[in-house]
């Protein structure tokens, strides 16, 4: 069993940036080699509106170098696009000189606090420093099995297969209490290409009857299995917690959310969430980056495994 060692906050925003008034959510990390990761976060500005940066992170010194350029490397798309809002990075994966950012992008909805979101696809020719967007449009939107948003994609490509494991929006409701209910599941797609995604709506992990929502997962693999990570949210409560899963086949999952190894603290930051995390393993050791109360207001903490 993992139990996690809190290092406490390990990275924040820069208030001077207008991209970076708040938050720094969502860390996601591409590999670098050497061990060097990039990991991208997002960021919002005084509008609510997020944009994606990043920093170098050396594991092996603790060193970050911020990015070369004080601009995100994606913005909100224009007014009326699927993106216009704001994008906010998943999942990346280095495919041979390039590297493919999936991203969701989000759209307010007229009946507050609903939203909706889409995954798109940005593309990066330099090493993930700069990225271009494949297309004004999502590459996967809403669908009869997923009738209220699709979002938060990690992908992973295997051989010749691409897979992803996603956000499926079933439904979002106001009750009488005048409290939004939003409930999602996570369901799996595959691609040939990256770019074009087959679903049939198989549910990867279903909620349980007290829960609300399962959120983005990070996954690894080691000896054998697909082990993940992922924030979990329980019906009522204002707060994720983070719950563990171990699969064979990516498809079929078995959830020990009682051996994730780390909960929140009795007071500050990560008080009252924990939420979106990614977790890396190099040369024997574990590293969660997550998020903490108020979707990653604060910024990033780091909790180690040896």
Known sequence: MINWDKKG??????????????????????????????????SRDKENKTYVGYFDWNLETNLIKHQDSAAPVLSPGSLGFFDDHGVQATSVVK???????????????????????????????????????????????????????????????????????YLSGIDFHIDAAGQAISRYDIKYAESSDGINWQRNGHVCMPLADDESNISRLSIIQQE????????????GSMGYRIGYAESKD?????????LSGIDVSEEGWDSQALDKQEVIFHMGKYYMLYNGNSFGRDGIGLATFE
């Open 95 to 165: 495919v041979n000189d390039k590297v493919y950012m999936y991203y969701l992008g989000w759209n307010p909805a007229l009946t507050k606090p609903l939203f909706y979101t889409s995954i798109g696809l940005a593309i990066s020719d330099d090493g993930g420093k700069t990225f271009t967007k494949y297309s004004k449009a999502p590459i996967m939107s809403r669908s009869e099995y997923d009738p209220w948003m699709v979002s938060g994609g990690t992908v992973r490509k295997e051989n010749h297969i691409w897979k992803m494991w």
């Open 250 to 258: 990516g498809l079929n999952w078995d959830r020990q959310d009682h």
């Open 224 to 235: 054998g299995l697909y082990k993940a990570w992922y924030p979990v949210k329980k019906l």
């Open 9 to 42: 906050l390990f990275f924040q925003p820069d208030a001077l940036l207008y991209w970076q008034n708040s938050h720094a959510a969502l860390p996601t990390a591409l590999d670098l080699g050497n061990g060097i990761y990039r990991i991208y976060f997002t």
